[in-house]
């Protein structure tokens, strides 16, 4: 398999305490993961790095943040350098994406363009039709979008730009989503993998109900490091479980 991301020698501290001490991992295609660890770990802080290299953006949203190392892509190009194009990568973060009064259109063609591809608007058309916000791609985004829509909205922007990118990184996918559009999120991210089996996935999650991952990067806190090991979550969105609740 093709090696997309490499940690070489990458410690993390923050005021002098080390959250990721001489990290090396190698992530290749078709990886597909759950990270897990306890919260305070900087598990979010990782996948920044990776999707938005070591900035003063970050350096502000973290006081007193060091990172030495590298982390590679496939090319060897070092992303802790903000200024690295990643059109391979579709991050999905966990804070509420901020919208401007555009559309959900316009969201998807920000998205793409920002990826130097065509919007695929027949593939738009059918995720909107999945999660019922059809009648919504034209409609101006207000700041009171509820939370659930508005990570819909950031999702599928981020499904889009998989046509390009083969690694997505999802923070919480699942935050503010109902049972149902989380049963139907896992459901595209299955047809997503389908379509492209080298697709590789990095997912913080507190739910483990997503099927889609089958090993985990587990945080160890002796080492401070990860772990790659098997891992099998319970599928929660099956017909048998979903038929024993009251929904």
Known sequence: ???????????ITINDEVLYNDLNLVINEGDRFIFLGPNGVGKSLLLKLISLGYSRNLQSE??????????????????????VARKHISYSEQMDTPYNNTTILEEAETACAGSEIDLDEAKLDHLLDTFNLSKKKKKRIKDN????????????TRILKL???DILILDEPLNHLSFENSRKFNDVIIEE?????NLAIIM????????FTDKALV???SSKTLKIVKYSAYDCF?????SSLCL
């Open 1 to 11: 398999m093709k090696r997309l991301l490499e940690f070489k020698n990458v410690t």
């Open 62 to 83: 973290y006081k007193g943040l060091n990172v030495k190392g590298q982390i590679l892509d496939k090319s060897g190009n070092d992303l802790l350098d903000p200024s």
């Open 145 to 156: 979008v509820s939370g659930g829509e508005g990570k819909l909205i950031q999702l599928i």
């Open 163 to 165: 046509q390009k990118a």
């Open 193 to 197: 993998i389908k379509e492209n089996p």
């Open 204 to 211: 913080v999650s507190h739910c483990r109900a997503a099927n």
């Open 219 to 221: 945080y160890d806190k």
């Open 238 to 242: 099956s017909d048998d479980f979903c």
